[in-house]
């Protein structure tokens, strides 16, 4: 077997190597070694213009993407469900008072509970799902093709594996620590700002009634993830009940409440 490999330089320092392998002995001639450092060189513009735009959108401390990747790509989502007829879905996650590990810790024991929380964030969720870096202890996981039934279950899911161990705020300090989620699903009409809007208020929603705790846009109660869909009930308009009869009485219609299945 042969195998020629040259360095791919940049800015007087290595980012690389071009590696050109044979099943058969004594392939390479001298003159190759020349045409590879040729197409290595070639190469590294590339290579570094996608390094820098990655760098551009992913946030240092936690190698999530930051901020400035989110309205761009929750907007390229939605033009896929569209497209494609699937869903979307987007998590609002917010640490519950994380303040209190930068105030009596420092921001140095406050970066590193964030990268543990971002690496336990991965771990509980899909390759093709999309983590965010919102600002500060907030972030964003877009769920591509995912009802809101499901995101329900996946912040189940992550609130779990956050509050079930500690995190190592400095060596010999473990702390303690929850997440709060608010759910939406795309309605496939709303703009990426719409779905962010509700999304963001579902957040708040669960922060208001305890923390901890998951909670999907439009509902005025926390739902959390069974497997099962919640029953919904239809809310009733006011109208006159007919004599001699108690109101919702006979077939359901408008003037009815009632509950239905999904």
Same mark, same amino acid.
Request: glycine share 8%; net charge positive; proline share 6%.
């Given at each position: 077997?042969?195998?020629?490999?040259?360095?791919?330089?940049?800015?007087?320092?290595?980012?690389?190597?071009?590696?050109?392998?044979?099943?058969?002995?004594?392939?390479?001639?001298?003159?190759?070694?020349?045409?590879?450092?040729? !197409?290595?060189?070639?190469?590294?513009?590339?290579? $570094?213009?996608?390094?820098? $735009?990655? %760098?551009?959108?992913? *946030?240092?401390?936690?190698?999530? =993407?930051?901020? @400035? =990747?989110?309205?761009?790509?929750?907007?390229?989502?939605? *033009?896929?469900?569209?497209? +494609?007829?699937?869903?979307?879905?987007?998590?609002?996650?917010?640490?519950?008072?994380? #303040?209190?590990?930068?105030?009596?810790?420092?921001?140095?024991?406050?970066?590193?509970?964030?990268?543990?929380?971002? *690496?336990?964030?991965?771990?509980?969720?899909?390759?093709?799902?999309?983590?965010? +870096? +919102?600002?500060?202890?907030?972030?964003?996981?877009? !769920?591509?093709?995912?009802?809101?039934?499901?995101?329900?279950?996946?912040?189940?899911?992550?609130?779990?594996?956050?509050?079930? $161990?500690?995190?190592?705020?400095?060596?010999?300090?473990?702390?303690? %620590?929850?997440?709060?989620?608010?759910?939406?699903?795309?309605?496939? @009409?709303?703009?990426?700002?719409?779905?962010? &809007?509700?999304?963001?208020?579902?957040? =708040?929603?669960?922060?208001?009634?305890?923390?901890?705790?998951?909670? &999907?846009?439009?509902?005025?109660?926390?739902? #959390?993830?069974? /497997?099962?869909?919640?029953?919904?009930?239809?809310?009733?308009? #006011?109208?006159?009940?007919?004599?001699?009869?108690?109101?919702?009485? /006979?077939?359901? /219609?408008?003037?009815?409440?009632?509950?239905? #299945?999904?």
């Amino acid at each position: 077997r042969s195998i020629l490999a040259v360095p791919m330089w940049s800015a007087g320092r290595t980012i690389g190597v071009l590696a050109l392998t044979s099943p058969e002995a004594r392939t390479f001639e001298p003159g190759d070694e020349d045409l590879a450092l040729l !197409l290595a060189n070639c190469a590294v513009p590339a290579i $570094e213009k996608a390094r820098l $735009e990655r %760098l551009a959108i992913t *946030d240092p401390n936690t190698t999530a =993407y930051n901020r @400035r =990747y989110l309205m761009p790509r929750l907007t390229d989502e939605i *033009d896929q469900g569209r497209r +494609r007829l699937r869903p979307v879905s987007a998590l609002f996650l917010d640490l519950d008072h994380f #303040k209190r590990i930068n105030d009596e810790l420092g921001h140095a024991a406050g970066d590193r509970v964030l990268k543990t929380f971002v *690496d336990r964030v991965w771990l509980a969720t899909r390759r093709q799902d999309v983590l965010i +870096r +919102r600002g500060g202890d907030e972030f964003v996981l877009i !769920l591509p093709g995912t009802t809101i039934e499901a995101a329900m279950r996946a912040g189940e899911r992550i609130r779990r594996t956050i509050a079930a $161990e500690r995190f190592a705020a400095d060596e010999g300090v473990l702390v303690p %620590l929850t997440v709060s989620i608010g759910a939406a699903e795309w309605n496939g @009409r709303e703009t990426a700002e719409a779905l962010e &809007a509700r999304a963001d208020a579902a957040l =708040y929603q669960a922060k208001r009634t305890g923390r901890d705790r998951v909670c &999907a846009a439009g509902s005025q109660k926390v739902r #959390k993830a069974t /497997g099962r869909r919640p029953r919904r009930v239809a809310e009733a308009r #006011k109208t006159p009940a007919k004599k001699g009869k108690p109101p919702g009485a /006979g077939r359901a /219609g408008p003037g009815a409440t009632r509950s239905e #299945k999904p």
